[in-house]
């Protein structure tokens, strides 16, 4: 195994290519494949596990961790990119999407992936998979068409002119008839 450097830094961009970074904030052990470490800003706990272990460790001003050409970011190779706004609607969202794994392997569909599938920002944890596809359930739902022929979000515009606030929980059938009865 190679040994890497490391620079410990709370950055979330402009990383010098070809280095490693870590966030001290999530430090709990020291890496074993570590010669050498580079800390940016104050973090005694990191400093005294790696010099136990014999690992230099130099402290280093927060211009020297930031690259000179910011490095392209991209998202990591499992996921796909977000549908174009269009698409979104096609994507087929599971009635028990949130019992899918946040991680998994490529022969299962995985919060993760379709959470990047209907969302235009990143997604790095599993309450930002959750808040997107439920942002993107919300979307679909005002954009669902009553009998009437008027969306879920005419509907409720209508409803709050008439001085009435909608009823999220009521379905589009039970909406249309009280759209209907507030515009008599």
Do not use: C
């Amino acid at each position: 195994m190679s040994k890497i450097e490391l620079i410990y830094s709370q950055q979330s961009g402009d990383f010098i290519k070809g280095r490693a970074y870590s966030n001290p904030r999530f430090f709990t052990t020291p890496r074993t494949d570590v010669s050498k470490v580079f800390l940016v800003g104050e973090w005694p706990n990191i400093r005294a596990a790696y010099e136990a272990q014999g690992v230099p460790v130099e402290q280093i001003d927060e211009g020297k961790a930031v690259a000179a050409e910011p490095v392209e970011r991209r998202a990591p190779a499992d996921l796909t990119p977000a549908a174009p706004a269009p698409q979104r609607g096609e994507i087929h969202i599971p009635d028990d999407w949130r019992d899918l794994p946040y991680r998994g392997g490529a022969d299962v569909l995985t919060l993760r992936q379709l959470a990047a599938l209907v969302s235009d920002e990143p997604v790095i944890n599993k309450a930002q998979a959750v808040a997107a596809v439920e942002a993107e359930l919300r979307r679909r739902h005002a954009d669902e068409e009553g009998p009437n022929g008027l969306t879920r979000r005419e509907m409720n515009a209508d409803l709050e002119a008439a001085g009435i606030e909608p009823d999220p929980t009521l379905s589009i059938e039970e909406l249309a008839d009280l759209a209907g009865m507030a515009k008599e």
